[in-house]
């Protein structure tokens, strides 16, 4: 069966950093690419940024030049590092996997991510705040 586990979230002040981590089994990385989620109190999950197999990423306008996603093969992990952390970045975090081709993953109106996506973990908290 197919399992996501997040972990490494917390709390950090403004201007700090944080990295996820997202350990993947029963699932083999492949032309659909995996993502970083998040989802704020009373907002829908917005995708924060996504990677293909071949190491192809893609990123939200909001989080450009302060995060970034990677994927070491090896050990089958899903990583985010954030840095320059603002307290609009407070959300639960998700690690996703077999979604869509990188090239269509795209920030604009339409099906909801959690119907995009097969696979999820179960989430980890981010609070940035002063």
């Known amino acids: 069966a197919q399992e996501l586990v997040e972990s490494g979230g917390g709390s950090v002040q403004p201007g700090g950093s944080l990295t996820l981590s997202c350990a993947v089994s029963g699932y083999r990385f492949s032309s659909y690419c995996m993502g970083w989620f998040r989802q704020a109190p009373g907002k829908e999950r917005e995708c924060v940024a996504a990677?293909?197999?071949?190491?192809?990423?893609k990123y939200a306008d909001s989080v450009k030049g302060r995060f970034t996603i990677s994927h070491d093969a090896f050990s089958n992990t899903l990583y985010l590092q954030m840095n320059n952390l603002q307290p609009e970045d407070t959300a639960t975090y998700y690690c996703?996997?077999?979604?869509?081709?990188?090239?269509?993953?795209?920030?604009?109106?339409?099906?909801?991510?959690?119907?995009?996506?097969?696979?999820w973990g179960q989430g980890t908290q981010v609070t940035v705040s002063a």
């Open positions: 990677i293909d197999d071949v190491g192809g990423t």
């Open positions: 996703a996997a077999d979604g869509v081709p990188l090239k269509d993953i795209q920030w604009k109106p339409g099906p909801r991510w959690e119907s995009i996506f097969s696979y």
